[in-house]
């Protein structure tokens, strides 16, 4: 590469939001550049969060199902074994393809993809410190920085990669931990301790608020529980890590519980997932007057703009969730507008997922939410012990939960626990990305039998109506 090229547009960060938006942008007609500090494309998701994760998840369901469910289906195996390189392997594997994926679209869309480490010398201008391309510098009309984030590091808890680690780490154990300590029961930390927990380890998870998946409708949250605590996981809540005490048998954590009493739990590892902060550094904010806020995040307006003129951000790198899907669909919003067009994010209308089995999954407003704002609303729910096709998969576990104006029936939150609820979640966020009536969805015809009938039943039961229940 020349030590100096022009574009329309510069992206900081080749995650979900960073690589969709500048294909998204050479779809519109801009000459893109794409920045990306690590050896690989996709950022966190694609290497270290989303993808690999999930291919530990199916891998490890599938290793349980085989040890403990298929007997009821009259299968019958042999001693089951767990060759745990073999699946991490495949795991590598499944990112590998599609990292390189990214490049193939990369090349097909004429985006311009940077190796190094990126700073804005000034608007307008890029420059990469370090890297493979380390030296450039890159002119351009317009750039976004969609850096994304990292885990937080707690004082008391600092990561050592070998008793106290991070989600990253989570991914690539050697062998399965006799005993696994989690601290926090978001998704990051229950995903990961369901993987161990299926693999054979003890998992014991701490979280400091009342129950898991934190900001997520408290009912169904409780509904998820009680089935992970019979898959094996213990949970400690509204406990708080006071230290940790790392040791060549493992790793001591000294907790205190809601009523102020002090105890010990000790595990061959402790995994610390209590969330991600936003990733800022190096990249010149402060020397172009962009200041961050109480959290580290860089402020935007509804255009996604910060206050330095041709300077824009999307993704963890500013409030909101830190969800790859909202990262994306900002990127696409963002640089839409910058074309002129008419860019749009509804963030009524974001779905969010845990991927536990059953997975647990939310659209619009929590139950919690619509009391808090006073609004009169009626709930519909429908268990899926009561659906045809959620019984002969022996997936009766969960339910749906629909929460509707009681003036005007319009849905304002669906919330599923269940098989398949990352899967259904998309009929509900179409459902409020629509303003669709909870009537609407009860008079829609869904196939015979099939998990979406259950969608249909909590629909009916807000009026009263649920038909196999």
Request: with cysteine.
């Amino acid at each position: 590469m020349s030590d100096r090229q022009e574009f329309d547009l510069v992206i900081i960060g080749a995650g979900p939001g960073g690589y969709v938006a500048a294909i998204r942008a050479a779809q519109l007609g801009m000459s893109v550049a794409c920045v990306e500090k690590d050896a690989s494309l996709g950022g966190t998701c694609l290497n270290v969060g989303c993808i690999p994760s999930k291919a530990l998840l199916h891998s490890s369901h599938l290793y349980a199902e085989t040890e403990r469910g298929l007997k009821e289906h009259g299968i019958r195996t042999g001693e089951v074994s767990l060759d745990l390189g073999a699946m991490l392997k495949r795991k590598d594997k499944v990112v590998t393809i599609l990292t390189r994926g990214i490049a193939g679209l990369f090349k097909k869309s004429r985006v311009k993809h940077v190796r190094g480490h990126a700073k804005i010398a000034s608007p307008g201008e890029v420059t990469i410190t370090e890297g493979k391309d380390a030296g450039t510098t890159l002119q351009a009309k317009n750039i976004l920085l969609a850096s994304g984030s990292v885990p937080i590091e707690l004082p008391d808890l600092p990561f050592d990669g070998e008793r106290i680690i991070d989600s990253t780490r989570a991914l690539t154990l050697e062998k399965v931990p006799e005993k696994l300590l989690v601290v926090g029961a978001g998704a990051i930390g229950l995903e990961l301790g369901s993987v161990w927990c299926r693999l054979g380890a003890e998992v014991t998870v701490i979280e400091l608020t009342h129950g898991v998946a934190p900001g997520m409708d408290v009912e169904m949250a409780l509904a998820l529980q009680r089935v992970l605590t019979k898959q094996g996981l213990t949970f400690h809540f509204e406990t708080k890590v006071e230290s940790a005490t790392p040791h060549d048998g493992g790793v001591t954590l000294e907790i205190t519980d809601a009523k102020n009493v002090a105890s010990e739990v000790k595990g061959d590892v402790a995994l610390v997932a209590v969330g991600r902060r936003a990733y800022a550094e190096g990249l010149g904010l402060d020397e172009v007057g962009i200041r961050l806020d109480e959290r580290g995040r860089i402020p935007v307006d509804e255009s996604y703009a910060t206050k330095v003129p041709g300077i824009y951000a999307i993704g963890d790198v500013i409030p909101g969730p830190m969800l790859a899907h909202k990262a994306q669909d900002e990127g696409i919003a963002c640089v839409e507008k910058l074309a002129g067009k008419a860019g749009h994010l509804n963030y009524d209308a974001i779905p969010a997922v845990v991927y536990t089995h059953p997975e647990f999954a939310g659209v619009g407003q929590t139950e919690e939410q619509v009391r808090a704002a006073e609004i009169d609303v009626s709930i519909g729910r429908f268990p899926f012990a009561g659906n045809g096709r959620a019984r002969t998969m022996s997936e009766t576990d969960g339910m749906v939960k629909i929460i509707a104006d009681a003036k005007t029936d319009r849905v304002l939150g669906v919330h599923i626990v269940g098989a398949g609820a990352s899967d259904l979640i998309a009929e509900a966020t179409v459902a409020i990305e629509f303003g669709a009536s909870a009537e609407d969805i009860a008079r829609s015809v869904h196939a015979h039998p099939t998990l979406p009938e259950a969608l249909r039943e909590a629909a009916l039961a807000v009026d009263g109506r649920a038909l196999h229940v």
